[in-house]
């Protein structure tokens, strides 16, 4: 939501937008074992919600995505994808976008355009948290990372949303695994193991977990890490560049 | 794009609909290891396209996809799914949708609801085509079954979503399996390998097929088929219920 309001709250018709469609952006941030996802707070209301935006007449529908992953973490590039389309009526609830409006002094007219019923497409995407630099918006006074265990109660269906990014994220991750470009460096079974204990949020059993990764044929070795016990080096892997 | 203009080229504003916002349904269809898909052919345009609609204020958009469902084949109870939006800004085309209301004798407005700029949500089905009533709408003369292989070419980038549906359909065909509910009777272990092999368009071995789906845990074998020569009577198999 966080750029959904700004230079538009005098535009009671929406124009330059295509009507009735939001995005919303479950940007999933991992680091260290710890998986976190970015959330808004917006000012003086105590209301959570995820970035999000509307598309300009004049982009895709998955440039504007881009443009809110860019614009609340510095980053580009990053593996982004939609997941589901959000479009049921019942999601319809004016309440909490009035009070955002109030706090700014803003009354809309019943026919603003931010009160009609909007479909929201869904993205997700997971990043390197240490490398986003989390940016509040003009009506947001934070952005920050939250862990998942953790989680603030979010207007709308801004939490069932993420449960549903989250089923994403985990069904199929090693077809994924490549895309999301987390590892870039070389990189030990162990630290892959972790990433993907962290993301399912279960352990794994090392010797099952090396056999099916290797069994994929997206690695390769690469060389003894060194780390002066020399008969407990892990080997390193990278992933194979052209598959 | 079906129901997409009846009752409504009166209605130069599209009241009733949820602006700018569209579904396009990829119903595929198989039977005795053939492929098709549905498609409407509008009247004296040539144009072929989806079976698609618009979403009513009052529904939810997944809502209406069942509706057009409903509307193209009479069918309910079907797996149907979002599997993405259709949101670039160069699918913007208004000529398919002039020519379709000039053979009706109308001209539109060039404010008219219907040639601003659609964001499609598409969806995807597979049903047994011999259960499906192919049934085209009041402005489409033909609604018919066209084998993948041999597809005209449709109107506006219906032929991106179709490709882009059967891959959908063709990953991960093992979790969808049973939510298709093709196979609802015992079946034998070819009858399975042929679904595979007409879905994935390519020859699987026999051996390494039945070790993989019986790997799945999700089928049990019911009895010995009777075909008379007994000692070559394949086993029956069928979806465990409660997985």
């Given at each position: 939501m966080s750029n959904k309001f700004r230079n538009q709250?005098?535009?009671?018709?929406?124009?330059g937008y295509l009507p009735g469609l939001a995005i919303d952006a479950v940007i999933f941030g991992f680091h260290d074992n710890q998986l976190k996802v970015l959330l808004l707070t917006y000012k003086n209301t105590g209301l959570f919600a995820l970035p999000g935006g509307f598309v300009h007449d004049t982009e895709d529908v998955n440039e504007a995505a881009r443009r809110v992953l860019f614009d609340r973490t510095g980053l580009t590039n990053i593996f982004l994808d939609q997941f589901y389309v959000f479009g049921d009526?019942?999601?319809?609830?004016?309440a909490p976008l009035k009070a955002i409006m109030a706090v700014r002094g803003v009354t809309p007219p019943?026919?603003?355009?931010?009160l009609k019923r909007f479909v929201s497409v869904g993205y997700y995407a997971l990043v390197d948290f240490t490398k986003a630099i989390p940016t509040p918006d003009s009506i947001s006074d934070s952005c920050d990372w939250f862990g998942l265990d953790n989680l603030p109660e979010l207007m709308q269906d801004h939490n069932l949303i993420i449960k549903k990014a989250l089923e994403t994220l985990q069904a199929n991750l090693d077809q994924k695994l490549i895309g999301f470009?987390?590892?870039?460096d070389d990189f030990t079974m162990g630290d892959l193991q972790s990433l993907y204990e962290t993301i399912l949020n279960k352990k794994l059993i090392r010797a099952a977990f090396q056999r099916k990764i290797l069994g994929l044929g997206i690695l390769e070795r690469t060389a003894k890490k060194w780390t002066g016990g020399a008969h407990k080096a892990p080997y390193l892997y990278r992933f194979i560049s052209e598959k």
């Open positions: 709250e005098a535009n009671a018709h929406g124009h009526k019942s999601r319809h609830d004016t019943d026919d603003h355009w931010l470009n987390l590892l870039t």
